[in-house]
């Protein structure tokens, strides 16, 4: 058997995991940061799964001084500090590592590559084939026989391994030996490593391949010619010194021992108790199997005051109330509670007697916890099977239902009088499914509801919210679970339907208590956080209004659809055609390796064409753009990418979500998804329909009226996030703009470029737009400038230009981002909000992106707000008027109705008065309104 040892370099690893994550971090239910930690695991699992070492360690660097900083002070000085969350992960990540039963190596004195670099020699040396799992060039130097650098897979990208051939053809070089001299002469910024100012890369490769080593570089820079021979001699010792420190040392006093570095089987208990603090559900099962049970964490009673670090209150830092729970620290608590332990009392009701005497016990109530189970997932396609009720904590009631139809809807109409109600509160987790469900009988409730997943997303918006985690987090308790009943998801998934009574109704009475005993929790929470305005103006009210949406949804043309299809394929042939010709050769389009070898190799678009990590040309779709003027070839691919992924994502998909009780479309609205209160969809995602293309506008035909006395509406704010800011930031010259009913883009570039209204042309109109909707998400010169294909010097013009124009916008910047770093959040108009723990970060890009954050979050949060306002407004108008009219879409700042034709100019006005009128501005609201018998032709 192969001896194969894997040595990790664990810092390298760590960041790679905690970087590629940055953009949609994993978050406890505590909004803990587990990115790294996350990260990290999966690497380590899957190279123990697909490499199968027989032998690993894992090695990292210590905070003590090594050889190179005493020889060198500045080494490594200007790097940033490490994110709070990787210095937070370290000791989780070793607790994992000793988990798994793996050495953790690390010595003082020296950096984790020189303990790597050592291993792997001596392991060599007693027959091991040794890889070193690493994105660091610098270990290029220690790759000889049997050992090899080992990249793992990152960013959709394979592995990459690298022996010595690898090494040397990627420096151009005869040896491995030689990367050191690469890195004396070019340097290397990451360690601040300073090398010969002004030799580059492929300069320090040139003078290799003629000379062989930094010595003889510096020995014949005599006879190296004009300013380079100058650099080469001013930087002879700078060049000498960075060779050493580049150097990595193979003579730690580190020991490669079979028996410690061997392959164990894991210590599942102290991977369970990990994995439960870091909410690993998945990745615990995947590891640990079935039995594994997820942890909980209990909120601790929060400080006063700031916390630093490491949970230590700032002296003389008191934020407000309102930012205390943010910063409380958590106590890691296992859900201990169950049903088996814990005292209850849940009843069944399944004879028309027992229901009679809950129902009458049920009206007497103030508040009532309400749960449905069904037979499935989509509301709008589900039967009922059961429907349970608590009012008290610790009791419950379970009424099953059963398939027959008409049985069914004589047991829900029994308890009509309950669901008729206007005073009674009924509480649900998701609330608006079960309302969805009960829709399919003929029952609205008509009373207020609570809904505690809503409360949370409030309360936490980036933590994760399921019942079962809720119940974990706040309760300490761990519910049934439903895989208990059913198994797991997939093909082999069973029904509620065929779960035996007495199961189903500790199971879904126990869903009812615990929704209760969580709305008793977070009812407090809201005022103390102030997001009651938001929950009980917004998010509570706007359930309803989405209960009648979905359960409306919208007709396709499936024919529109499919002729379509029929259209796309014969442009897409053509595309791929053109592109075979162009190219000379037919090949994979769809393989990213062949296509940049035919780009970049056989037409040679581009002499500097960047790489990706595992060595083949880069052919995103950004990169594509930038060659698009280059040669036809690359607007045909382009028009075939286009075309392809529309075909298979919309075009033939759409009518796959059709429902079959209703031959038409219904999308499920996500209201506690996005941190800024955005609503999402899926099923389909509605915000995803492509709108900026000729092509991709087409989709929008498909989706139709319900009938021929039936039109489309389309209601539309204007520029609705720029108003808000103008408001907001009370920048005179912007509202001045809004308030003349001025075009805004026009506007802002007459006064950046220094021109007239009417001597501004379209491509300064243009740069104005980009500009305008660029600053609020914290474009800089060098994003402007590739955004507009503009020289980054004139981004920075029109950036500088624009603050000087508006000065209350950069004010209004500042100041965001000063509140945030007093208060630890910021909030839109209405009063949500969102937590920025990164914000007074050490590390400038994490620290960046909070402040981003804190700049658009208010923008985007009250656009939200608005809309959501108008449509709670709007519904509660077309139910007083008793219209047939309906509003059944919500797309970013569009609503979408189904208007009949005779209410049409009834309708208009209504609509106008509720969009503009929903949260008032100092500036007017434009809604921009269309009709027409498709989606397309009203927009």
């Given at each position: 058997?192969?001896?194969?040892?894997?040595?990790?370099?664990?810092?390298?690893?760590?960041?790679?995991?905690?970087?590629?994550?940055?953009?949609?971090?994993?978050?406890?239910?505590?909004?803990?940061?587990?990115?790294?930690?996350?990260?990290?695991?999966?690497?380590?699992?899957?190279?123990?799964?697909?490499?199968?070492?027989?032998?690993?360690?894992?090695?990292?660097?210590?905070?003590?001084?090594?050889?190179?900083?005493?020889?060198?002070?500045?080494?490594?000085?200007?790097?940033?500090?490490?994110?709070?969350?990787?210095?937070?992960?370290?000791?989780?990540?070793?607790?994992?590592?000793?988990?798994?039963?793996?050495?953790?190596?690390?010595?003082?004195?020296?950096?984790?590559?020189?303990?790597?670099?050592?291993?792997?020699?001596?392991?060599?040396?007693?027959?091991?084939?040794?890889?070193?799992?690493?994105?660091?060039?610098?270990?290029?130097?220690?790759?000889?026989?049997?050992?090899?650098?080992?990249?793992?897979?990152?960013?959709?990208?394979?592995?990459?391994?690298?022996?010595?051939?690898?090494?040397?053809?990627?420096?151009?070089?005869?040896?491995?030996?030689?990367?050191?001299?690469?890195?004396?002469?070019?340097?290397?910024?990451?360690?601040?490593?300073?090398?010969?100012?002004?030799?580059?890369?492929?300069?320090?490769?040139?003078?290799?391949?003629?000379?062989?080593?930094?010595?003889?570089?510096?020995?014949?820079?005599?006879?190296?010619?004009?300013?380079?021979?100058?650099?080469?001699k001013a930087g002879a010792e700078s060049a000498i010194l960075s060779k050493q420190l580049a150097t990595i040392i193979t003579s730690v006093p580190v020991t490669f021992h079979e028996e410690d570095f061997c392959i164990k089987e894991p210590n599942k208990e102290k991977l369970s108790e990990i994995f439960t603090e870091l909410e690993f559900k998945t990745l615990g099962k995947r590891i640990l199997g079935d039995n594994f049970a997820n942890a909980s964490v209990e909120n601790a009673t929060p400080p006063k005051g700031q916390l630093d670090l490491f949970g230590n209150e700032i002296e003389g830092v008191t934020p407000p109330p309102s930012a205390e729970i943010e910063a409380t620290p958590v106590s890691i608590l296992i859900a201990e509670k169950n049903i088996n332990n814990t005292p209850h009392t849940y009843l069944l009701a399944e004879t028309p007697e027992k229901r009679a005497e809950l129902l009458t016990l049920l009206l007497q109530q103030q508040e009532?916890?309400?749960?449905?189970?069904?037979?499935?997932?989509?509301?709008?396609?589900?039967?009922?099977?059961?429907?349970?009720?608590?009012f008290k904590p610790g009791e419950a009631w379970y009424v099953p239902v059963p398939p027959e139809r008409a049985a069914a809807q004589q047991i829900v109409d029994q308890f009509r009088p309950l669901f008729d109600t206007t005073h009674i509160v009924f509480i649900g987790q998701n609330v608006k499914y079960d309302m969805i469900v009960l829709k399919w009988y003929g029952v609205d409730i008509k009373g207020p509801v609570f809904d505690t997943m809503l409360a949370h997303y409030l309360i936490e918006p980036e933590g994760r919210r399921s019942m079962d985690l809720l119940s974990a987090q706040y309760l300490q308790y761990e519910p049934v679970s439903i895989e208990t009943l059913i198994g797991k998801k997939g093909k082999g998934q069973g029904n509620m339907r065929d779960v035996e009574l007495e199961k189903i109704k500790d199971y879904a009475a126990e869903d009812a208590d615990i929704t209760l005993q969580l709305k008793e929790k977070f009812a407090p929470l809201l005022p103390l956080k102030k997001v009651e305005k938001v929950f009980y103006e917004v998010e509570n009210p706007l359930v309803k209004v989405l209960t009648d949406m979905e359960y409306e949804g919208i007709a396709l043309d499936i024919q529109a659809l499919s002729d379509y299809s029929?259209?796309?394929?014969?442009?897409?042939?053509?595309?791929?055609?053109?592109?075979?010709?162009?190219?000379?050769?037919?090949?994979?389009?769809?393989?990213?390796?062949?296509?940049?070898?035919?780009?970049?190799?056989?037409?040679?678009?581009?002499?500097?064409?960047?790489?990706?990590?595992?060595?083949?040309?880069?052919?995103?779709?950004?990169?594509?753009?930038?060659?698009?003027?280059?040669?036809?070839?690359?607007?045909?691919?382009?028009?075939?990418?286009?075309?392809?992924?529309?075909?298979?994502?919309?075009?033939?998909?759409?009518?796959?979500?059709?429902?079959?009780?209703?031959?038409?479309?219904?999308?499920?609205?996500?209201?506690?998804?996005?941190?800024?209160?955005?609503?999402?969809?899926?099923?389909?995602?509605?915000?995803?329909?492509?709108?900026?293309?000729?092509?991709?506008?087409?989709?929008?035909?498909?989706?139709?009226?319900?009938?021929?006395?039936?039109?489309?509406?389309?209601?539309?704010?204007?520029?609705?996030?720029?108003?808000?800011?103008?408001?907001?930031?009370?920048?005179?010259?912007?509202?001045?703009?809004?308030?003349?009913?001025?075009?805004?883009?026009?506007?802002?570039?007459?006064?950046?470029?220094?021109?007239?209204?009417?001597?501004?042309?379209?491509?300064?109109?243009?740069?104005?737009?980009s500009v305008n909707f660029g600053i609020i998400y914290g474009v800089s010169a060098f994003g402007l400038s590739e955004n507009l294909g503009i020289a980054r010097g004139e981004a920075k013009t029109l950036i500088d230009n624009y603050f000087a124009q508006y000065p209350s916008i950069k004010e209004y910047m500042d100041k965001q981002v000063q509140?945030?770093?007093?208060?630890?959040?910021?909030?839109?108009?209405?009063?949500?909000?969102?937590?920025?723990?990164?914000?007074?970060?050490?590390?400038?890009?994490?620290?960046?992106?909070?402040?981003?954050?804190?700049?658009?979050?208010?923008?985007?949060?009250?656009?939200?707000?608005?809309?959501?306002?108008?449509?709670?407004?709007?519904?509660?108008?077309?139910?007083?008027?008793?219209?047939?009219?309906?509003?059944?879409?919500?797309?970013?700042?569009?609503?979408?109705?189904?208007?009949?034709?005779?209410?049409?100019?009834l309708i208009k006005p209504l609509i106008q008065e509720g969009m503009r009128n929903a949260l008032p501005l100092s500036v007017p609201v434009d809604v921009e309104i269309g009709t027409g018998i498709n989606w397309l032709e009203a927009h």
């Open positions: 058997m192969q001896k194969k040892l894997f040595l990790l370099d664990a810092m390298a690893l760590i960041y790679r995991a905690y970087y590629a994550l940055i953009r949609n971090p994993r978050l406890t239910s505590t909004g803990k940061n587990t990115n790294a930690q996350f990260g990290f695991t999966s690497t380590l699992l899957d190279l123990i799964n697909k490499e199968k070492p027989t032998h690993m360690a894992v090695a990292f660097d210590t905070h003590a001084p090594t050889e190179r900083h005493t020889t060198f002070t500045d080494y490594k000085a200007n790097r940033m500090d490490a994110p709070e969350d990787i210095l937070d992960s370290l000791d989780d990540i070793k607790r994992i590592i000793t988990g798994f039963n793996i050495p953790v190596v690390e010595l003082d004195g020296y950096e984790a590559d020189d303990v790597i670099g050592t291993l792997a020699w001596q392991a060599a040396d007693a027959g091991y084939t040794v890889y070193m799992v690493t994105p660091d060039k610098d270990y290029g130097q220690l790759v000889r026989d049997n050992v090899f650098i080992y990249r793992p897979p990152y960013m959709g990208n394979k592995e990459e391994i690298m022996g010595p051939n690898e090494v040397c053809a990627k420096w151009q070089i005869s040896g491995v030996h030689q990367v050191i001299d690469i890195l004396g002469l070019m340097g290397d910024a990451v360690d601040n490593i300073p090398g010969i100012p002004g030799v580059g890369e492929k300069t320090a490769m040139k003078l290799l391949a003629q000379y062989g080593s930094l010595e003889n570089i510096l020995e014949n820079a005599d006879t190296i010619g004009g300013k380079m021979g100058e650099k080469i009532i916890s309400f749960d449905t189970e069904t037979t499935g997932t989509d509301a709008n396609s589900v039967d009922l099977v059961g429907m349970s009720f608590s029929r259209e796309l394929e014969t442009e897409i042939k053509r595309a791929e055609e053109s592109v075979y010709t162009q190219a000379g050769v037919r090949f994979n389009l769809a393989s990213p390796k062949q296509l940049g070898e035919v780009l970049f190799e056989k037409l040679l678009l581009d002499p500097k064409a960047k790489k990706t990590r595992t060595g083949q040309y880069a052919t995103g779709e950004d990169v594509l753009q930038k060659l698009s003027n280059k040669h036809q070839i690359v607007e045909d691919i382009l028009v075939f990418r286009e075309l392809s992924k529309l075909k298979s994502t919309y075009v033939d998909a759409l009518p796959l979500m059709l429902n079959k009780r209703t031959n038409r479309v219904h999308t499920s609205y996500n209201q506690a998804v996005a941190v800024t209160g955005r609503l999402s969809s899926n099923n389909p995602n509605l915000q995803n329909i492509p709108i900026r293309t000729d092509r991709g506008r087409e989709v929008r035909k498909a989706f139709v009226a319900r009938n021929e006395e039936f039109t489309l509406l389309s209601a539309d704010y204007s520029q609705i996030e720029l108003r808000i800011i103008a408001a907001i930031s009370e920048d005179k010259h912007m509202m001045e703009a809004f308030q003349s009913g001025l075009d805004i883009h026009t506007a802002t570039a007459a006064k950046v470029y220094g021109v007239d209204i009417a001597d501004v042309t379209s491509d300064m109109r243009r740069n104005a737009k509140f945030a770093q007093q208060n630890g959040y910021v909030e839109t108009i209405l009063g949500r909000k969102r937590w920025l723990k990164d914000i007074n970060s050490s590390n400038a890009v994490v620290r960046g992106y909070a402040e981003r954050n804190a700049i658009n979050m208010p923008i985007q949060g009250t656009a939200a707000d608005m809309i959501k306002l108008a449509m709670i407004s709007i519904h509660k108008k077309l139910q007083q008027e008793n219209l047939r009219s309906r509003m059944i879409l919500q797309v970013h700042d569009e609503l979408v109705f189904d208007v009949h034709k005779d209410e049409i100019e």
